[in-house]
């Protein structure tokens, strides 16, 4: 590693991650808070990065011209495998990509998948595009929290793979109308022809009677990426994944809790949420209890 990030303070840095972790209210937060302290400074490390991106692509940063923050963090991204960094957040990265192994090419699938949101609204993408895009906001993220959590097979590289294409399809149909509000439609056009809403608009959209019928087939697809997930989790070494595992648990129960629902949006009491989040907890102190080797 570069001078630059050998004379730094790792606690310090460490430290201000965390906070920038704690203040995003995640709700894996203790999830990562609870696994051993390289790992857990290597996942806020990740978190933090994806955060800021997905942050200038939704125009939540302020930067007055997003494309180019994102293009400038490809750069920084670049400058990381050469051990440079400019601030607590990178040198944490350089620590992690060094210790863990973290591939480039993750960090700058993630950068493209935010430069599509940042472009312009997505508009109807055929399955393609869509699986690009959802492997690369999604399964990039958890191939290299993946490795961080002590599993870098082929096996492992599947299941962030499966599990990230499910919890993206999973926020696509929960999030249909919050989507249509920032003028987006992921639901792809195959998808929008078969039930005859090509050329709906997205306020249109966000309030056709075909709704359930678009989340339907978007859950189909899902399941068959939770069940392919599952079955790639058999082969991993099943401490190391116990992390990505505990978010498929909960994102499985979001999409249970839909199509339980007819594919309508489940009516959630404030018992039911408290209950779920209990068991959240119980399930991120189990990851202290047998900590990842």
Same mark, same amino acid.
């Given at each position: 590693m570069a001078a630059?990030?050998? #004379?730094? @303070?790792?606690?310090?840095?460490?430290?201000?991650v965390? *906070?920038?972790v704690?203040?995003?209210?995640?709700?894996?937060?203790?999830?990562m +808070?609870?696994?051993?302290?390289?790992k857990r400074?290597?996942?806020?490390?990740?978190?933090?990065?994806?955060? $800021?991106?997905? %942050?200038?692509?939704?125009?939540?940063?302020g930067?007055?011209?997003?494309?180019?923050?994102?293009? +400038?963090?490809?750069?920084?991204?670049?400058?990381?495998?050469?051990?440079?960094?400019e601030?607590a957040?990178g040198r944490?990265?350089?620590r992690?990509?060094?210790?863990?192994?973290?591939?480039?090419? %993750?960090f700058?699938?993630? $950068? /493209?998948g #935010?430069?599509?949101?940042?472009?312009?609204?997505?508009l109807?993408p @055929?399955?393609?595009t869509?699986?690009?895009?959802?492997?690369c906001?999604?399964?990039?993220?958890g191939?290299?929290?993946?490795?961080i959590?002590?599993?870098?097979?082929?096996?492992?590289?599947a299941?962030?793979?499966?599990?990230?294409?499910a919890?993206?399809?999973t926020n696509?149909?929960?999030?249909?109308?919050? @989507?249509?509000?920032?003028?987006?439609?992921?639901?792809?056009? /195959?998808i929008?022809?078969?039930?005859?809403?090509? %050329?709906?608009?997205?306020?249109?959209?966000? *309030? *056709?009677?075909?709704?359930?019928?678009i989340?339907?087939?978007i859950g189909?697809a899902a399941?068959?990426?939770?069940e392919a997930?599952?079955?790639?989790?058999?082969?991993?070494?099943?401490?190391?994944?116990r992390?990505?595992m505990?978010? #498929?648990d909960?994102?499985?129960?979001?999409?249970?809790?839909?199509?339980?629902a007819?594919?309508?949006?489940?009516?959630?009491?404030?018992?039911?949420k408290?209950?779920? +989040?209990?068991?959240? #907890?119980?399930?991120?102190?189990?990851?202290?209890l047998?900590p990842?080797?």
């Open positions: 630059n990030a050998q #004379m730094s @303070d790792p606690k310090a840095d460490d430290a201000v965390a *906070s920038q704690r203040a995003a209210g995640s709700s894996f937060y203790w999830a +808070r609870l696994q051993p302290p390289n400074a290597g996942l806020f490390a990740v978190y933090a990065f994806c955060r $800021i991106v997905d %942050d200038i692509a939704d125009g939540d940063a930067v007055a011209d997003p494309q180019r923050a994102l293009e +400038r963090w490809v750069l920084r991204v670049e400058a990381l495998y050469d051990g440079k960094a601030d957040l944490a990265l350089v992690a990509v060094h210790e863990f192994k973290l591939r480039q090419s %993750d700058l699938s993630i $950068i /493209e #935010m430069m599509m949101d940042a472009n312009g609204p997505v109807r @055929d399955w393609p869509l699986t690009h895009y959802c492997d906001v999604a399964s990039a993220v191939r290299l929290c993946i490795r959590f002590g599993d870098s097979s082929d096996h492992a590289r299941l962030a793979d499966h599990q990230g294409q919890l993206q399809l696509i149909l929960r999030d249909i109308e919050e @989507d249509a509000e920032r003028g987006r439609i992921y639901v792809p056009q /195959e929008l022809a078969d039930v005859q809403a090509n %050329d709906m608009s997205p306020t249109a959209l966000a *309030s *056709s009677a075909v709704l359930p019928a989340r339907a087939q189909a399941l068959q990426r939770f997930a599952e079955a790639a989790a058999h082969a991993c070494d099943a401490v190391a994944i992390p990505a505990m978010m #498929m909960a994102y499985r129960q979001t999409f249970d809790d839909w199509a339980a007819g594919w309508h949006r489940p009516k959630s009491s404030p018992v039911i408290l209950r779920r +989040r209990a068991d959240l #907890m119980m399930k991120a102190a189990k990851l202290w047998v990842s080797q």
